[in-house]
C-alpha cells in the first residue's frame, strides 16, 4: 500500500496527492472526489479501498485520515451537470476541483484509474489504486463517507426513494420506487433504469 508514494519520493517528489471518486455508478446523487496528502512516511495498516470496509469502520478511519492527513480537498458534481457533460467528464471535473481544494500544493499525483486530470502536475494513473496505495485509498474513504452523508440528507427530502439504504445505486427497490414515483431533482436522467 505504500509502494507508489515511495517511489514517488524516490524519484524526488516531496508532496503526492491520492485521488479517487465516489458515485460514478448511482442513478442518483452526486459524484464526489476526494484528494488527500499525508505527511511522508506515513503508515495506516486500516487503511484500504473504501469497498471493502463496512460504513461505521469507514466512519472511524474517515477521522482518522482527517486529523492525520497534511490537507485534504475536495470536489463534488451535480446530477444535472453529470447529465450536461457525462459522467466521466464530470469524474474528471471533481477530481481536479479536489487537487485545487488542497490547501497544501501538491507536486505529484496518484490517481484512481487510467485518466489523467487537466492539471499542470505531474501526474500517475493506477488501476485499482485504491487497493494499491494509500493515499488514494484514503481519498477513496473520504469520498465515499461524504457522498453517504450527503444521500442521508437527500433521503430527508426523498424518503420514497431510501437513499438511506440504497445511496441512489440501482438496486430493485430504488427501481421500483423510479417507476412509481418518477425521477427527482437529483436523479441523473440519462442514467437508464431498466
Avoid at 509502494?3 to 465516489?22: C, K, P, Q, S, V
Avoid at 457533460?85 to 471535473?93: D, G, R
Avoid at 487510467?114 to 494513473?125: F, L, M, R
Wanted: aromatic share 8%; net charge positive; hydrophobic share 40%.
Amino acid at each position: 500500500m505504500y509502494g507508489f508514494e515511495l517511489r514517488a519520493r524516490w524519484m524526488g517528489f516531496n508532496t503526492i496527492a491520492g485521488i479517487d471518486e465516489a458515485g460514478r455508478g448511482p442513478l442518483a446523487g452526486p459524484v464526489v472526489a476526494a484528494a488527500v496528502i499525508f505527511p511522508p512516511g506515513y503508515t495506516n495498516g486500516e487503511i484500504r479501498d473504501s469497498k471493502k470496509l463496512t460504513p461505521l469502520k469507514r466512519e472511524t478511519l474517515y477521522k482518522i485520515i482527517r486529523d492525520d492527513a497534511v490537507s485534504i480537498g475536495l470536489g463534488s458534481i451535480d446530477a444535472s451537470t453529470i447529465d450536461k457533460i457525462n459522467i466521466l467528464q464530470a469524474t474528471l471535473a471533481a477530481m481536479k476541483t479536489a487537487v485545487l481544494n488542497l490547501a497544501t500544493q501538491p507536486d505529484y499525483l496518484l490517481i484512481d484509474g487510467i485518466n489523467t486530470i487537466d492539471v499542470p502536475i505531474k501526474q500517475e494513473t493506477i488501476i485499482g489504486g485504491d487497493s494499491l496505495s494509500v493515499s488514494v485509498a484514503a481519498a477513496s474513504i473520504i469520498a465515499k463517507v461524504l457522498r453517504d452523508q450527503l444521500m442521508d440528507r437527500y433521503h430527508v427530502l426523498y424518503p420514497q426513494y431510501n437513499f438511506l439504504k440504497n445511496k441512489g445505486y440501482g438496486t430493485k427497490e430504488h427501481r421500483e420506487a423510479v417507476k412509481k414515483y418518477g425521477r427527482c431533482k437529483i436523479h441523473r436522467k440519462y442514467f437508464r433504469i431498466k
